[in-house]
């Protein structure tokens, strides 16, 4: 990239089609003009974060973690319990019933988005907790990833998120990206 050896990789991790560049230090200044005047877009982590949470895409350390297994985290499209090979945990995986699943839910949040670790509330029962959340700058809503009871993650339920102490209506989201023009992709 700009006569300067680099390697590319490919991601999505905000949901659209990027690049990272690897490639020296000192080369990076004139890798990074020449990728500006191509018509690249310099954005932040926070626009970075709108775009992923739209998407519905996962973080790890927030909305994917030990505390959650695969089944709960929506990630049992990577589980080959059929084949004939064994695995740590492949019994207990099989055998899981979810309690809690990974859903989305848009916030009519005010003026705070809902922290990692919000309270999720239906009436006066904790039915879950917030993973992430932000605001979704193309949607123009408050989004939370979050890990809820099986039993209310269903598209159009509501219930409460508790913001700094104020409870929130949310509702639970059908399953997919909440933007994704032209993708048309289910989550990562």
Not at 111 to 124: H, K, R
Not at 148 to 159: K, N, V
């Amino acid at each position: 990239m700009a006569g300067k050896p680099a390697l590319l990789a490919r991601v999505s991790f905000a949901g659209e089609l990027g690049w990272e560049v690897h490639a020296l230090n000192e080369d990076m200044p004139s890798i990074y003009t020449a990728v500006l005047e191509a018509g690249a877009k310099p954005f932040g982590m926070y626009a970075l974060d709108s775009l992923r949470l739209e998407k519905g895409y996962r973080t790890w350390k927030g909305d994917l973690s030990s505390d959650y297994t695969l089944n709960e985290a929506g990630l049992s499209r990577f589980i080959r319990l059929e084949k004939n090979h064994d695995f740590p945990g492949k019994a207990a995986l099989a055998a899981e019933t979810a309690v809690k699943t990974f859903a989305t839910l848009v916030v009519e949040a005010g003026d705070a988005d809902a922290p990692y670790m919000a309270t999720l509330w239906s009436g006066n029962e904790v039915v879950g907790e917030v993973t992430s959340g932000g605001f979704g700058h193309r949607i123009c809503k408050s989004i939370a990833l979050c890990m809820l009871r099986a039993d209310l993650a269903i598209a159009g339920t509501e219930i409460e998120v508790e913001i700094y102490g104020r409870r929130c209506k949310a509702t639970v989201q059908p399953e997919g990206p909440l933007y994704d023009p032209k993708n048309e992709r289910l989550r990562a």
